[in-house]
T-cell receptor, first 112, second 115 residues
Framework: LAKTTQPISMDSYEGQEVNITCSHNNIATNDYITWYQQFPSQGPRFIIQGYKTKVTNEVASLFIPADRKSSTLSLPRVSLSDTAVYYCLVGELPGSARQLTFGSGTQLTVLP | EAGVVQSPRYKIIEKKQPVAFWCNPISGHNTLYWYLQNLGQGPELLIRYENEEAVDDSQLPKDRFSAERLKGVDSTLKIQPAELGDSAVYLC?????????????FGPGTRLLVL
């Protein structure tokens, strides 16, 4: 399974853009990159997924360089409610024996 | 649309007692997952179902854990007997299970405390 490495924690202030980088050096050709968000006492929630280049949705952007050995989740203008743990996952889509594996995640704390 | 439902939300038991967790996935989702999450760590997959078939249970401690998904809808995860180290949050998730629609939707989890 492709292993991911993320910073343990990050602090930011309201209104700032936050970039969380994930390293996945042994990503395989068929692997996708997925980010989840988890608030205390809740299950993780899907944020964004991508394979290469850039993906953007209403919540975040995901930047993936050409070598795909890392990815960066970008949260524009964070608010206090964005304080959560963010997980980067690498894995194949269903139909394969490989599974998505959660790491320890990045605890993002947004300060007023 | 209702999300993934889990019950109970909290459970406190003494060691060596049995315990069961129930999960109702989102309607129409063929794939169901059970995860274990320890404090400060990410979820760890225990078992994955495609309809009623357990297609990946390699991480399930089969000496004390069991799971079933009768009729390919609801699922139950059981621990018998529970040990102190089983204290954790047990998460259930579901997905459509089709290529391009594999987003996992998680329930709120069941927090288990074994005394």
């Amino acid at each position: 399974l492709a292993k991911t490495t993320q910073p343990i924690s990050m602090d930011s202030y309201e209104g700032q853009e936050v970039n969380i980088t994930c390293s996945h050096n042994n990503i395989a050709t068929n692997d996708y990159i997925t980010w989840y968000q988890q608030f205390p006492s809740q299950g993780p929630r899907f944020i964004i997924q991508g394979y290469k280049t850039k993906v953007t949705n209403e919540v975040a952007s995901l930047f993936i360089p050409a070598d795909r050995k890392s990815s960066t989740l970008s949260l524009p203008r964070v608010s206090l409610s964005d304080t959560a743990v963010y997980y980067c996952l690498v894995g194949e889509l269903p139909g394969s024996a490989r599974q998505l594996t959660f790491g320890s995640g990045t605890q993002l704390t947004v300060l007023p | 649309e209702a999300g993934v439902v889990q019950s109970p939300r909290y459970k406190i038991i003494e060691k060596k007692q049995p315990v069961a967790f129930w999960c109702n996935p989102i309607s129409g989702h063929n794939t169901l997952y059970w995860y274990l999450q320890n404090l400060g760590q990410g979820p760890e997959l225990l078992i994955r179902y495609e309809n009623e078939e357990a297609v990946d249970d390699s991480q399930l401690p089969k000496d004390r854990f069991s799971a079933e998904r009768l009729k390919g809808v609801d699922s139950t995860l059981k621990i018998q007997p529970a040990e102190l180290g089983d204290s954790a949050v047990y998460l259930c998730a579901s997905s459509l299970g089709r290529v391009g629609q594999e987003t996992q939707y998680f329930g709120p989890g069941t927090r288990l405390l074994v005394l």
